[in-house]
């Protein structure tokens, strides 16, 4: 079963992998079948079924070590042309060939030390279970000794090693947070975010809000594609060392977006940043350009952990944060005579998309709406996103769904989408842009037992026709592909500013563009970005 789950391993999911990244991926799956292959037989021996002969046993075990040998050395050789399948879908180079020893040696060195973990753990069960027989009967012992090893595990685990790797990289990321780059000086502009007369200290801004602040574009860049009118855009940031709490962090950012007179302009886009603040660059800087520069941006940094520790260690501090920031603009916004008052949207990447999905609350907006946002690479657990994905209208694929009339909500990848409904948009949009490739959108942990949807036929158009689907071991790919990082830009979760640029068009629909220049502005960010 172990050779069986490592051969499985090796062919296509979602994403190219490294020759490391494939061993984590065997070494995982290797364990994960051998755990099987063991729990079959315990299972068999608990309820005292007959087993066969011996010399039956010697003849299986020997067929079996045949089949295995054969069969990781036929898996290990096609691997290469697998990769290359997935490769070759998304414009790479061709690998080589696949490294068998490093391949071997890190599945190996993952498969032991699972193994001992188990055994470990099986020996703790153990010594549980023979001091409880004494007191009860002896397979009542085995469940509460299972569920106490389990505990003691838990305990362990959550309390000391897990504490010791979260602290470590609160400490490495909170320096390089603070980390002053040189090339993003402090602007001299006193309008500016971060200047000598701006509420928002630059030092405590961070380093992720300094490049946002720094990386606005001049008017130049964008009069180099029309004749009419521009404004340079506005942007806001407060770093999450700029105040205590999240209130105050979000009073910080309303009164700098009023003391740039930032509820002027045409445009307003609240943005919710990924977890260690970083706003993509290609994200907002289309919109900027399709306004004319008619625009005010605002974020608020609530963690410095990439964002898949801050998901699991800090999300309700994203969702607070986005919330209070939330509150504080729209609450100014709705005061504002409707007619003097620009067109409000949220934006949010990845673990940004959740926190500012779960920003507002539709009955406390129902009666003002905002004018829509757009939610990128939404993580599998936004709740909003799945339940649009599963009310999906029949026919349409689960990685590019169509939900009712498409008046309200639209979805887009690559390849447009936001522009093939039924309706037209209503005044209210919810707009995402997703790739069928992106395995932190699509990685379900039920795919351990049952084959996702967006598996099915048709497929997305960057999802390799040699993508199968296997117990335990599709879930352990599609787990490793969430870390691997190996995907260009315009697949899987890096997404361009092209397709950025698509979907901003469609939900804002900005006039005074031909298409002209608009097919001209679209190349431009497909080449810089």
Not at 283 to 305: D, T
Not at 363 to 369: K, L
Request: glycine fraction near 6%; proline fraction near 6%; include cysteine.
């Amino acid at each position: 079963m172990g050779t069986f789950f490592f051969a499985l391993s090796m062919t296509p999911s979602l994403l190219p992998r490294t020759d490391l990244f494939q061993g984590l991926v065997s070494g995982f799956s290797l364990a994960a079948g051998y755990g099987l292959g063991v729990l079959i037989p315990w299972l068999w021996s608990y309820f005292e079924l007959p087993k066969p002969a011996k010399q039956t046993q010697k003849i299986l075990q020997i067929i079996a070590a045949i089949i295995c040998t054969l069969t990781g050395i036929i898996f290990l050789w096609r691997a290469s042309e697998w990769q290359n399948s997935i490769r070759i879908l998304m414009n790479m180079d061709e690998h080589a060939g696949v490294q068998p020893f490093i391949i071997g040696f890190t599945a190996l060195t993952v498969f032991f030390i699972l193994l001992l973990l188990a055994r470990f753990f099986r020996w703790t069960f153990r010594m549980i279970t023979l001091k409880l027989i004494k007191y009860i009967p002896r397979k009542v012992s085995y469940i509460f000794g299972l569920i106490a090893a389990f505990i003691l595990f838990w305990s362990v685990l959550d309390g000391i090693l897990f504490s010791l790797i979260l602290r470590s990289a609160d400490t490495t990321y909170e320096r390089v947070d603070s980390l002053l780059e040189p090339e993003f000086g402090q602007p001299a502009d006193p309008l500016k975010a971060g200047s000598a007369l701006s509420i928002l200290s630059w030092e405590d801004m961070g380093r992720q809000g300094r490049r946002f602040i720094s990386g606005v574009p001049t008017v130049e860049e964008i009069r180099q594609f029309t004749n009419e009118p521009v404004l340079e855009p506005l942007r806001v940031y407060v770093g999450i060392n700029a105040a205590e709490t999240f209130d105050e962090r979000a009073e910080l950012a309303l009164q700098e977006l009023i003391r740039q007179n930032a509820f002027a302009r045409e445009v307003l886009v609240i943005i919710t940043p990924t977890g260690t603040g970083w706003i993509d660059p290609g994200s907002i800087r289309p919109l900027e350009y399709l306004s004319l520069g008619n625009i005010a941006s605002v974020a608020a940094q609530y963690s410095y952990l990439p964002s898949p520790l801050s998901l699991w260690i800090e999300e309700e501090y994203g969702a607070e944060m986005a919330q209070s920031l939330f509150q504080k603009v729209y609450g100014y916004w709705t005061a504002l005579p409707a007619e003097h008052r620009p067109k409000l949207y949220l934006h949010g990447l990845s673990l940004g998309a959740i926190n500012s999905d779960r920003s507002f609350d539709l009955y406390d907006i129902i009666d003002d709406p905002f004018n829509g946002a757009l939610w990128v690479g939404p993580p599998y657990r936004k709740e909003t996103w799945r339940s649009f994905t599963e009310r999906r209208n029949p026919g349409s694929p689960a990685w590019l769904p169509t939900f009712k009339d498409g008046s309200v909500v639209r979805f887009a990848n690559q390849n447009g989408g936001l522009e093939n409904t039924e309706s037209d948009w209503g005044h209210f949009r919810i707009a995402y842009l997703q790739y069928a490739s992106d395995p932190i959108v699509f990685f379900d942990s039920r795919s351990y037992f049952r084959e996702p949807a967006w598996m099915r036929e048709p497929r997305g158009p960057d999802v390799s026709n040699d993508l199968r689907w296997y117990p335990v071991v599709t879930m352990v790919q599609l787990a490793v592909d969430m870390i691997s990082g190996t995907e260009p830009r315009g697949f899987g979760h890096d997404y361009a500013a092209e397709h950025y640029f698509d979907s901003w068009l469609a939900l804002t629909e900005p006039t005074g563009w031909s298409s002209e220049q608009l097919f001209l502005m679209r190349a431009y960010f497909a080449e810089k970005y």
